[in-house]
T-cell receptor, first 115, second 114 residues
Framework: DTAVSQTPKYLVTQMGNDKSIKCEQNLGHDTMYWYKQDSKKFLKIMFSYNNKELIINETVPNRFSPKSPDKAHLNLHINSLELGDSAVYFC??????????????FGQGTRLTVV | GDSVTQMEGPVTLSEEAFLTINCTYTATGYPSLFWYVQYPGEGLQLLLKATKADDKGSNKGFEATYRKETTSFHLEKGSVQVSDSAVYFCALRSSGGGADGLTFGKGTHLIIQP
């Protein structure tokens, strides 16, 4: 069983559209994240969600919004897509109780291409 | 704020060569340090970690030692294989805890030639 799974793996869409990426983890973790990886492979955290608390990276446009229907899911909604949103988006999860030493488990990534 | 600096690639080596990828960090408190690996077309996988000064993390022949005095966590392997070709990320998690997520370096693309 895949620990952190996200769908779709590839997403091609036109500018201005609204799209969602789904993420599910079966590890029983209580913290989930979304990261963006740009064309130079640089990874930057976008959101973390833990026990109903949402922490947002201040550089993330408000067109991006995470939605968590339950502890095992954290979906990413993107409104009014722009060319610059093209990137690989990774979902991850970790166990908050493990504190600073908590490793994160990553999904396979979703390659978003905005045309 | 927290930051991680690692050598940028690509780093090209021949099979069985010795590998070092440098990583230094800036963080508040006592961070935990990680190396993640990303194989082509895949997500990130934890390679090794260290949670306190002088700890050595090791896995699959790779090692890294948490050096607080030099704020470094260099990745080493004695004899690399073609299958080690990947992008390697150094990362830290500071005393902010899990909800703040990991801070990553920019990644080092490693290419091993037969």
């Amino acid at each position: 069983d895949t620990a952190v799974s996200q769908t779709p793996k590839y997403l091609v869409t036109q500018m201005g559209n609204d799209k969602s990426i789904k993420c599910e983890q079966n590890l029983g973790h209580d913290t989930m994240y979304w990261y963006k990886q740009d064309s130079k492979k640089f990874l930057k955290i976008m959101f973390s969600y833990n026990n109903k608390e949402l922490i947002i990276n201040e550089t993330v446009p408000n067109r991006f919004s995470p939605k968590s229907p339950d502890k095992a899911h954290l979906n990413l909604h993107i409104n009014s897509l722009e060319l610059g949103d093209s990137a690989v988006y990774f979902c991850a999860s970790s166990r908050e109780g493990a504190g600073v030493s908590a490793e994160a488990f990553f999904g396979q990534g979703t390659r978003l291409t905005v045309v | 704020g927290d930051s991680v600096t690692q050598m940028e690639g690509p780093v090209t080596l021949s099979e069985e060569a010795f590998l070092t990828i440098n990583c230094t960090y800036t963080a508040t408190g006592y961070p935990s340090l990680f190396w993640y690996v990303q194989y082509p077309g895949e997500g990130l996988q934890l390679l090794l970690k260290a949670t306190k000064a002088d700890d050595k993390g090791s896995n699959k022949g790779f090692e890294a030692t948490y050096r607080k005095e030099t704020t470094s966590f260099h990745l080493e392997k004695g004899s690399v294989q073609v299958s080690d070709s990947a992008v390697y990320f150094c990362a830290l998690r500071s005393s902010g805890g899990g909800a703040d997520g990991l801070t990553f370096g920019k990644g080092t693309h490693l290419i091993i030639q037969p």
